[in-house]
Structure formats: structure tokens, C-alpha cells
């Protein structure tokens, strides 16, 4: 009897603990309060909630999709060796390693920016006699230097450490968001756009940034939490579109049911609903206005990027949907609440400050 107790209590224990951790789950949070909401809407009302559709969201596109060719110089054994006198025979060598074509494009980007400041050097110097040599160094300095765009956006884009800020799993952890944020602001100013060199303290900082943005996930929870309100407003809408007017205020007056009903709007919508959506607004406006700027760091963009910004930020994409979708979801609460004479006024204005502007 005892160990059938003692067993039951274990079951219990593992069950209240798996519980516990699936609300402590970064983005569930968002799912209990649309369904909080959602429920009581859906009780007041007589209905029945919506089915859920699926999530319309867009996995950040893969490695391969992103990544931009980088064309590789090659010299002959005795032009590797006059390079001596340009201090350039180390780096050569570096690259051929198999550490050297392992490294990261970051990485790679500081190598090559290393390059071409010392052949510059060497070239301004006058250190090398041949001319063919001078010449092939002078085509090999131009050509690194057109790639350095493609080069700085594999170290941005096509990097696994922007896969893992962009990931969507319901698990995906914040962490510092407005840190990574600001990092990924300052990522998006290209150090190398109109044949500019980065400084050295610019490729310390694209590492730092990198490692800031590695320890979050706020990218891919910020447009989870975007998919998930358009849904959720979009079954909402539903809700309040089939309300019947005459059973919720015959002749125009509230009943118990339509005060109630204010109540959801005043204790639940505003207070934390639309909250909830007004402050993950003024994230994704940052992350929007960041991606707008990556995005013209090539041109023209990878169709894989582009298809998946667009799927988010466009004229038709979810943020513009979302917004739509909640200026009608305002409007159908006015509605339903003037045919009540419960319009709220004054200090309780109802409004869809959760709106964003995608023009920054």
C-alpha cells in the first residue's frame, strides 16, 4: 500500500514538474494569454473558438541559399616567394592551411582586409622590382576588395550565429533582447560599403557582435510572437464579427453577458493583451528597420533572403497583415460596444496603439 502511495506521488511530482517547465518555456506565455482571451470571448459570446490554422511562419533559409562565392587568388610558387618583401608569404600560408579554409567568414574577413592594407603597402613602398608581379598584386588587391561585401555578408548572414538569433522553436530563449538588438543594428551598418576598410577596432566589434547575437534568439521569437498574433487576432476577429447585437443588448441596452464582455476589453484585451502586442511592436520595429538596412547590403539580394523578408515585412507581409488585422479587431469592439452603449471614452479610449510604422 505504502509503495502504491509512494508511487502516485512520484507520478504526480514528474507530472507538476513537466507542467511547471511547459509554462516556463519562453513563447507559451503568448499562447496562454491569446487563449485566455480567446476563451472567455468565444464563452461570453455562446460560440465556439476557432480551430487554430497553422503558424505562417517562414524558417530563415539555409546555408547554402545564403552563402555568396568568393573567388580565390592563386600564384606560383616563385611569385609566393618574392611576396617576401610585401610581409605576405605568412598570410598566404595561413589561408592554405587547413585551418585557414576551415575558418569562419568573419574570420576571413579579417585575413583578407589584412591582405590588402599590406600589399597596398608594399605596393606604395615600392618593394617589388618585377613589374608583372607588381601588376598581378595590384588585379589581386582590386579583386579582394570587390569581394569584400560578399564576404562581410557571409560573415552576417549566411553565419550560423544569425541562423541561431532567427530560430522560431517555441523553446528559443531572449535573452539579452535589447543587446542583441542594438548589436544587430550596428551589424547592419556595413564597414566595407563604397570600398571602405574596416578598422581594426570595426572587425574586434564584428566578433563581439556576433558572440551578443549568438546568445540570443530574440530575432526568430519576435516573428514567432508576430505569426502567432496575426493568427490569434484573425480568430478573434471571427469572435466578434458573430456576435448576434439583438441577443447581447435587445433594443440597444447592455445585459449582464455585454458588461461582462466589457470587462474582457478593459481587463484582458488592454491590460494585457494589447500591452503584450504594443511592446513586442517596438522590438520588431527595431528588428525590422535593421533587416531593411542588411538587406541592401548586396545587390541584388539572395532570392532566398529576400523571399523570406518579404514573407514578414513587405506591403503583404505579415506585419502588414497584422496591422490590418487589428484595426479591425478595434473597430469590430467599438462596434459591437456602441450597439450597447458601452463605447468606452475619455481616459479609456480604445485605439490600436500596437500598430507599428514599417517606415521607421
Known amino acids: 500500500m505504502i509503495k502504491t502511495k509512494n508511487g502516485v506521488l512520484i507520478i504526480i511530482t514528474i507530472a507538476l514538474m513537466i507542467v511547471t517547465l511547459w509554462w516556463l518555456i519562453p513563447g507559451n506565455s503568448d499562447d496562454a494569454r491569446w487563449e485566455d482571451y480567446l476563451s472567455r470571448l468565444a464563452r461570453l459570446s455562446g460560440q465556439e473558438v476557432p480551430e487554430r490554422a497553422p503558424l505562417p511562419v517562414l524558417v530563415y533559409p539555409g546555408n547554402r541559399e545564403l552563402q555568396q562565392p568568393i573567388p580565390e587568388q592563386r600564384v606560383n610558387l616563385l611569385e609566393y616567394l618574392e611576396l617576401r618583401h610585401c610581409n605576405l608569404m605568412t598570410l598566404i600560408s595561413e589561408r592554405n592551411s587547413i585551418l585557414g579554409k576551415l575558418q569562419a567568414d568573419s574570420l576571413r574577413l579579417k585575413h583578407e582586409v589584412t591582405f590588402i592594407r599590406r600589399a597596398r603597402l608594399c605596393l606604395a613602398n615600392g618593394k617589388l622590382d618585377d613589374a608583372e608581379l607588381t601588376a598581378l598584386l595590384e588585379q589581386v588587391v582590386a579583386e579582394k576588395q570587390a569581394a569584400l561585401p560578399a564576404l ?102 447592455p445585459t449582464p453577458r455585454a458588461r461582462k464582455l466589457r470587462n474582457v476589453l478593459d481587463n484582458i484585451w488592454g491590460s494585457r493583451v494589447q500591452q503584450a502586442l504594443a511592446e513586442a511592436q517596438r522590438q520588431r520595429q527595431q528588428l525590422a528597420n535593421a533587416l531593411a538596412k542588411i538587406d541592401q547590403l548586396l545587390s541584388p539580394t539572395p532570392p532566398a533572403f529576400a523571399q523570406w523578408l518579404a514573407h514578414y515585412f513587405s506591403d503583404e507581409g505579415l506585419q502588414t497583415r497584422l496591422n490590418r488585422a487589428l484595426k479591425h479587431h478595434v473597430s469590430l469592439w467599438q462596434e459591437r460596444l456602441r450597439q450597447c452603449d458601452l463605447m468606452p471614452g475619455g481616459a479609456q479610449k480604445l485605439d490600436d496603439s500596437a500598430n507599428i510604422d514599417l517606415e521607421g
Not at 535589447?178 to 572587425?203: D, I, Y
Not at 534568439?217 to 498574433?229: I, K, M, N, T
Request: hydrophobic letters at 45%; glycine letters at 6%.
Open 152 to 253: 562581410y555578408w557571409n560573415a552576417l548572414v549566411a553565419s550560423e550565429e544569425f541562423r541561431q538569433f532567427f530560430s522560431q522553436s517555441p523553446s528559443a530563449l531572449a535573452g539579452d533582447s535589447q543587446a542583441a538588438l542594438l548589436s544587430l543594428t550596428q551589424l547592419a551598418q556595413s564597414p566595407v560599403e563604397n570600398e571602405a576598410m574596416p578598422s581594426p577596432e570595426q572587425l574586434f566589434g564584428l566578433e563581439a557582435r556576433l558572440q551578443q547575437i549568438a546568445h540570443s534568439q530574440v530575432g526568430g521569437q519576435l516573428l514567432r510572437r508576430l505569426a502567432l498574433a496575426l493568427r490569434e487576432l484573425e480568430r478573434g476577429n471571427a469572435l466578434l464579427e458573430n456576435i448576434d447585437p439583438v441577443a447581447l443588448c435587445p433594443k440597444g441596452r
